[in-house]
Each structure stands twice: as C-alpha cells, then as structure tokens.
C-alpha cells in the first residue's frame, strides 16, 4: 500500500501526454476521458475545461477531464463529459476516485454553478444518481460466425434481406467526413436533434487519427447510412450514426453494423460499446438484436444552486414540442442555428 500524501490539482497542456499514458494502463478508463477531448471542446465549442489530476509521490494516480457549460437555455453546468456517452474520473484506486470527485465537487461551487454531473458507468460516493440511459455492449469472439450463428433466425434473415438491396460498407477517416456530414445533418433533423458543426467532427478525425474510423453503407454509390466510432484499449466505441431519411426502407443499418461488428472481431477488438441508450427504448432493443447486454449507466450530481436533478434529455416531456418543431423546419434554418444549439446542450 503507498502512504504517500495524495495531491488533486488542475490539468494543463502540459499534462497531456502523462494523462493518455495514465489511461492506456487504468482499467476504469475509457475513450471520452483522453485528454484530446480538452481542446476539442475548448477549441470547437468554446467551453472552458476544468480537469483534475491526482498526483502521489510525484505520479499520476487518477484523472477526472471535466467541461463548463453556460448558457441561459440550460444553466451554468459542471460536466463530466458532455457531448459523448459518458465521462467520468479513472483512478487507481477507490480512494483516489473519492477526492477526485469531492474535489469536483468543490470546483463547481467554487465557480458557483448550478450543479456538477458525472456521467460514468458507476455511482459515484453519495451523489445523487439519475438512472435512465444503459450502454449497450457486445462481447465479441474473434470469429464473426460464432456471433452470428448466436443471433435469432429472424434478426439474420433481417440482415440478409438488407443484403439484397445492393448495400456495401466501406470505412476510412477524414476522407469520408463529407459523407459523414451530410448525412448527419439530414438524419439528426429527422431526429430533432440539433447537430454541430462540420468543423467539430473534422478536429475529431484528425486529432485522433487512426484512432476513429468513419463507416460508410453505399446503395451503388449513394451513402445511405454512416456510423464513427472510436478505439481504446480492445474497444470499439460507437459514438455517433445515421441513416438518410430517404433510405430507411432499406434497413441500411443491418448492412452497416453487421460489417462494423465482423471488421470488430476480425481485428481483435475484445468488446463493442454500441453506445449509450435511453433504457426500454426502441434503440436498445435494435443493439440487443446483435447480441449486446445493457450495463446500467449512472448520472451522477453534486447540487449547488440546483434544487432538483436536471431533466436535460430527449426523453424529457419539456422538450418533445421542440423536438418536433425541429423536425419540421428546412434544412437550410437547421444547418445554421443547429451548431449554436448544439454546442449548449450538455
């Protein structure tokens, strides 16, 4: 056991490499936690981070990568991490995670904001914890068959019918971020999901290179569906997708996950987050279709001018009229006030 006094202190520039060293050995880490996200919320959505490292005897022994949130349409918010599925600290030890969220804590009054949230894959400490989203993982052999012998006869005749409609899946990087794009904005509006800017997903390909890959369904030569993930430590981290409104009959995405799952085992990837869902969705149950157990998700908060946990989700009946209004409105009104919405909504 390692008495040294334990150090909680801010993160700088500086700290980057030592930070992504320290995940890559943490097994509570995950991909939303390295420290690219620090400028690529700074830079492109003009967020102030505020991250917190613990140090003992000179080594980092936990990180917790936070963002502040201001806006008057959804307050003055402390979060770990929006924008992606989840945040959270990684530490050593239970110990380290406990001062690094009491530290949290403090900063977020500190600043005087409404309320911390912690987004992670368990509680944390005494918070108060909101328990409506599950992320969806699929535990994959290294042969793709065994999987799909594993699948429903019904869910493989979905796939193969799919197949028939001339559907082929290809994946690059920053080459595809047009088709990637694109689509997103016609998708996400059909949604009524506000999207950000082009200029976000282009400071994501590049800043992490080979470590995100942009999947691609084409009918012919026509993109009809797309999906990125992620990659860290064995998992395939699926982050953002969509399909064109106009393809849907298609069932594209039997065609695009069915591939991005074999490219997955194929290439020795132990586990594949499908990502976050709001629990007894329709998305969950498209995810468990391709064998994927759901692990409870915790929203964790700290209160501080807050009388009450937030309610800032799609799910929420405040927002549903919001939602649909958005539906409707042009592309053209989307594709502008989209990103200035976008980069508000935690």
């Known amino acids: 056991m390692n008495d040294g006094a334990l150090r909680i202190r801010h993160a700088n520039a500086a700290d980057a490499d030592e930070w992504n060293l320290f995940l890559q050995g943490c097994p509570d880490a995950n991909f939303y936690l390295r420290y690219e996200w620090v400028r690529i919320n700074q830079e492109e959505l003009g967020h102030d981070p505020v991250c917190l490292v613990a140090e003992r005897d000179g080594a980092m022994v936990g990180v917790l990568p936070m963002v502040r949130v201001r806006s008057r349409l959804f307050g003055d918010v402390l979060a770990s991490m ?6 959270g600290p990684a530490a050593v030890d239970s110990g380290v995670e406990a001062a690094l969220v009491q530290a949290a804590s403090a900063e977020a009054e500190r600043l005087r904001c ?3 949230e912690i987004r992670s894959d368990r509680p944390m400490g005494n918070l108060q914890a ?14 793709p068959d065994v999987l799909w012998k594993a699948f429903s006869h019904k869910h493989r005749q979905n796939v193969k ?3 028939q409609n001339n559907l082929v899946v290809r994946a690059d990087g920053i080459a595809y971020l047009d088709v990637f794009y694109n689509l997103m904005e016609r998708g996400w509006r059909r949604l009524g999901t506000p999207l950000y800017r082009k200029s976000y997903f282009e400071r994501i390909l590049n800043a992490f290179g ?12 026509k993109p009809v569906a797309v999906a990125l993930n992620g990659v860290h430590r064995g998992v ?12 849907v009959s298609l069932q594209p995405n039997y065609v695009l996950y069915w591939e991005m799952i074999q490219f997955a085992c194929r290439n020795g990837f132990r586990h594949y987050h499908l990502g976050r ?10 995810k468990a ?23 800032l989700n799609p799910d929420n009946p405040r927002f549903r009229m919001a939602i649909r209004t958005w539906q409707k409105l042009p592309l053209s009104f989307t594709r502008v006030l989209g990103p200035r919405l976008a980069r508000l909504i935690p």
């Open 161 to 163: 019918r799919a197949y």
């Open 114 to 116: 409404d309320y911390l």
């Open 210 to 221: 080979e470590d995100v890959h942009v999947f691609v369904a084409f009918q012919g030569e």
């Open 289 to 311: 279709k391709w064998k994927a157990y759901p692990k409870q998700l915790y929203w964790n908060y700290h209160l501080v001018s807050a009388e009450k946990m937030p309610g």
């Open 82 to 87: 929006p924008f992606v599925n989840f945040g």
């Open 130 to 143: 909101a328990t409506h989203k599950v992320g969806m993982t699929i535990d994959l052999p290294p042969d």
């Open 236 to 247: 395939l981290e699926g982050m953002w997708a969509a399909v064109d409104p106009d393809a």
């Open 277 to 286: 869902s709001t629990a007894g969705s329709g998305a969950e149950t498209f």
